[in-house]
């Protein structure tokens, strides 16, 4: 069997495991709620902020807040989206990694653990069986995500912070986003989660991998390591949401690298070890 | 070399296989082959290494030395071996949050038969009388359903080599008969390796064994050479005379005793026709009035194992 259609029926059954389970149910239900409640009382803020600053003013406070985090053009560019969906952007960016370390860190430890990657590892390919849970993973994080933020987008159109084409284009764009590092985050989560057989040494060893990855980016940025800054996922964000559309790509293209040396390595050790 | 069979058609190739565990040589130097068309049984009390050689046949576990080939392909080469090989693992749970259905759909699936993979998946679930199950959740099937359904999934598309660690433990005699005859059925067309602790099983449906101790093979031969079915005989009586003479004067025979307290007369013979060695011996017992209890044919697989292991 080819190695693609190997993927492809490994990852759909990966996400159907994450959506069907009730730690995935559970999950997918904290998140949308939370994104809600999240785009209700940044909302409320906004209101209130719009009051005594004007709109105009708030805005400015916007684009000179993306400015700091970013730069001057990426602050320019996301100063005419929703301004909620704005504060909503590094909430998401920033929660991915527990939410991927959450949904993902038995993604290979439990299969080990009792054994059933028995039944899959004598008719796929090891390395597909290890794409395909990347991949499987990958899908069921970004449609958790996407749920959580079509949940703030219906909140924040009921309270008709802007139009709904406005908000959907914005909407999807900023999502769309976030997507190239939350693949690198899967792939490091199924990296870990292949070296255990047990779920919860797995699961603390996801958390000082990830805590490990974002000290080392502070360590970079105090020291000014540009390269080493890469290494944290979510710093791909300044790349990709430059409205440049060169310099995004090259955000995007990173986080392709960067995913696929990481699953590469650990496809490699998959296919080499004893299960 | 221990050989099953020495012929060119060979399933599954062991040469000089070594497994390392930390501080543990689970299997030593293990050099071993299966015909094709055999089904062929590992035999061995615990921790003999019986699981970890059906692991490399597998492709679970890589050997530390040695080569392992598998249907004329390095064992684990999946690429190859894909849909050509069936195994049920011995410890290996399946996944509790999906449908007895959607696993084995799953299965058939990834074992190429795309759009009729769910038709191959129902009907390798009929096989094993869990028509029922279809809908059922892993997580909520008993010991003996769990069982059969993973039996299913070894026979899924009639693959060219069946691996079965312990397949009938666990399961009430009715289904492990029913299993039995699945394996039957299948005898010639797949080859089939089991590994079990049911001695009786394994002289029932095996051509050939190998018989394991402390993770080296002590014996490895055709079922009837092991059990010796084809050279010793063994009678029950309860009264009258002995011609111990006269057996022994027929023609293949080698030796004869007789245990006066068990009441047993063992004979043995040179390796030939079991049939006409039985009718004369037994002639010369009925002619001295003897009252047989009972005839068994060779020492049988539990008794050999015991003087092996």
Same mark, same amino acid.
């Given at each position: 069997?080819?190695?693609?259609?190997?993927?492809?029926?490994?990852?759909?059954?990966?996400?159907?495991?994450? =959506?069907?389970?009730?730690?995935? =149910?559970?999950?997918l239900?904290?998140?949308a709620?939370?994104?809600g409640?999240?785009? =209700?009382?940044?909302? +409320?803020?906004?209101?209130?902020?719009?009051?005594?600053?004007?709109?105009?003013?708030?805005?400015?406070?916007a684009?000179?807040?993306?400015?700091?985090?970013?730069?001057?053009? /990426?602050?320019?560019?996301?100063?005419?989206?929703?301004?909620?969906?704005?504060?909503?952007?590094? /909430?998401?960016? *920033?929660?991915?990694?527990?939410?991927? @370390?959450?949904?993902?860190?038995?993604?290979?430890?439990?299969?080990?653990?009792?054994?059933?990657i028995?039944?899959?590892t004598?008719?796929?390919?090891?390395?597909?069986?290890?794409?395909?849970?990347?991949?499987?993973?990958?899908?069921?994080?970004?449609?958790?995500?996407?749920?959580?933020?079509?949940?703030? *987008?219906?909140?924040?159109?009921? +309270?008709?912070?802007?139009?709904?084409v406005?908000?959907?284009?914005w909407?999807?764009?900023? *999502?769309?986003?976030?997507?190239?590092?939350?693949? &690198?985050?899967?792939?490091?989560?199924?990296?870990?989660?292949?070296?255990?057989? @047990?779920?919860?040494? @797995?699961?603390l060893?996801?958390? &000082?991998?990830?805590?490990?990855? *974002?000290?080392?980016?502070?360590?970079? +940025?105090?020291?000014?390591?540009?390269?080493?800054?890469? =290494?944290?996922?979510?710093?791909?964000?300044?790349? /990709?949401? @430059?409205?440049?559309?060169?310099?995004s790509?090259?955000?995007?293209?990173?986080?392709?690298?960067?995913?696929?040396?990481?699953?590469?390595?650990?496809?490699?050790?998959?296919?080499?070890?004893?299960? | 070399?221990?050989?099953a069979?020495?012929?060119?058609?060979?399933?599954?190739?062991?040469?000089?296989?070594?497994?390392?565990?930390?501080?543990?040589?689970a299997?030593?130097?293990?050099?071993?082959?299966? $015909?094709?068309?055999?089904?062929?049984?590992?035999?061995?009390? #615990?921790?003999?290494g019986?699981?970890?050689?059906?692991?490399?046949?597998?492709?679970?576990?890589?050997?530390?030395?040695?080569?392992?080939?598998?249907?004329g392909?390095?064992?684990?080469?999946?690429? $190859?071996?894909? !849909?050509?090989?069936?195994?049920?693992?011995?410890?290996?749970?399946?996944?509790?949050?999906?449908?007895?259905?959607?696993?084995?759909?799953?299965?058939?699936?990834?074992?190429?038969?795309?759009?009729?993979?769910?038709?191959?998946?129902?009907?390798?679930l #009929? %096989?094993?009388?869990?028509?029922?199950?279809?809908?059922?959740?892993? !997580?909520?099937? !008993?010991?003996?359903?769990?069982?059969?359904?993973?039996?299913?999934?070894?026979?899924?598309?009639?693959?060219?080599?069946?691996?079965?660690?312990?397949?009938?433990?666990?399961?009430?005699?009715?289904?492990a008969?029913?299993?039995?005859?699945?394996?039957?059925?299948?005898?010639?067309?797949?080859?089939?390796?089991?590994?079990?602790?049911?001695?009786?099983?394994?002289?029932?449906?095996?051509?050939?064994?190998?018989?394991?101790?402390?993770?080296?093979?002590?014996?490895?031969?055709?079922?009837?050479?092991?059990t010796?079915? #084809?050279?010793?005989?063994?009678i029950?009586?309860?009264?009258? $005379?002995?011609?111990?003479?006269?057996?022994?004067?027929? !023609?293949l025979?080698?030796?004869?005793?007789?245990?006066?307290?068990?009441? %047993?007369?063992?004979?043995?013979?040179?390796?030939? %026709?079991? %049939?006409?060695?039985?009718?004369e011996?037994?002639?010369?017992?009925?002619?001295?009035?003897?009252?047989?209890?009972?005839?068994?044919?060779?020492?049988g697989?539990?008794?050999?194992?015991?003087?092996?292991t």
């Amino acid at each position: 069997m080819p190695p693609l259609v190997e993927i492809a029926l490994v990852a759909r059954r990966e996400l159907r495991r994450n =959506l069907r389970s009730a730690k995935g =149910l559970l999950l997918l239900a904290l998140s949308a709620s939370g994104g809600g409640l999240t785009a =209700l009382a940044l909302h +409320k803020l906004h209101a209130a902020g719009a009051d005594t600053l004007g709109p105009e003013q708030l805005e400015q406070l916007a684009q000179e807040a993306a400015t700091r985090s970013y730069n001057e053009e /990426i602050g320019r560019s996301l100063s005419h989206a929703p301004i909620t969906l704005l504060f909503l952007l590094p /909430i998401s960016i *920033w929660l991915a990694p527990l939410l991927v @370390s959450l949904v993902g860190f038995d993604t290979l430890s439990s299969d080990l653990q009792f054994r059933t990657i028995r039944y899959w590892t004598v008719r796929a390919r090891r390395e597909s069986i290890f794409i395909g849970k990347v991949a499987g993973l990958w899908a069921a994080i970004s449609l958790c995500t996407l749920a959580t933020q079509a949940v703030a *987008w219906g909140v924040l159109l009921g +309270k008709g912070e802007s139009s709904a084409v406005e908000m959907l284009t914005w909407g999807a764009k900023l *999502w769309a986003m976030t997507l190239p590092m939350g693949l &690198v985050w899967c792939a490091i989560a199924v990296l870990v989660s292949g070296q255990f057989r @047990s779920p919860m040494l @797995s699961m603390l060893t996801l958390q &000082v991998v990830f805590i490990g990855i *974002w000290a080392v980016h502070l360590f970079a +940025k105090m020291r000014d390591y540009e390269w080493m800054t890469r =290494l944290y996922p979510n710093n791909f964000d300044s790349l /990709i949401l @430059s409205p440049d559309l060169a310099t995004s790509a090259l955000g995007v293209f990173g986080c392709l690298v960067y995913a696929a040396i990481v699953t590469a390595t650990g496809a490699l050790l998959f296919a080499k070890r004893d299960v | 070399m221990n050989s099953a069979n020495t012929g060119v058609n060979i399933a599954i190739s062991f040469h000089n296989v070594t497994k390392r565990f930390v501080e543990k040589e689970a299997v030593s130097s293990v050099t071993l082959q299966i $015909a094709r068309g055999q089904v062929f049984g590992l035999i061995g009390p #615990n921790g003999a290494g019986k699981t970890t050689i059906f692991s490399m046949m597998a492709g679970f576990l890589k050997p530390s030395s040695g080569i392992v080939e598998v249907l004329g392909f390095r064992a684990g080469d999946t690429a $190859a071996l894909s !849909s050509r090989i069936g195994v049920l693992p011995q410890d290996a749970l399946l996944p509790s949050g999906e449908t007895v259905g959607d696993f084995l759909t799953n299965m058939a699936a990834l074992q190429g038969f795309g759009r009729n993979a769910k038709t191959v998946a129902r009907d390798a679930l #009929n %096989d094993v009388g869990g028509g029922d199950w279809w809908t059922l959740r892993c !997580s909520g099937l !008993s010991h003996g359903m769990a069982k059969r359904v993973a039996i299913a999934q070894a026979f899924l598309g009639e693959p060219e080599l069946v691996l079965l660690d312990e397949p009938t433990a666990g399961l009430d005699p009715r289904v492990a008969f029913e299993v039995r005859q699945q394996i039957l059925k299948r005898k010639g067309r797949s080859t089939i390796v089991v590994s079990s602790h049911n001695l009786h099983e394994l002289e029932e449906i095996c051509d050939a064994a190998a018989i394991l101790d402390r993770g080296k093979i002590v014996a490895c031969n055709a079922i009837a050479e092991l059990t010796a079915s #084809n050279e010793e005989l063994h009678i029950q009586l309860s009264e009258g $005379a002995i011609p111990l003479e006269a057996i022994r004067a027929i !023609s293949l025979v080698t030796h004869a005793a007789f245990d006066s307290e068990r009441g %047993d007369l063992s004979v043995y013979f040179k390796a030939g %026709d079991v %049939d006409s060695v039985m009718f004369e011996v037994l002639t010369a017992l009925l002619r001295e009035k003897a009252r047989v209890r009972g005839v068994s044919v060779g020492r049988g697989l539990e008794k050999r194992v015991m003087e092996l292991t």
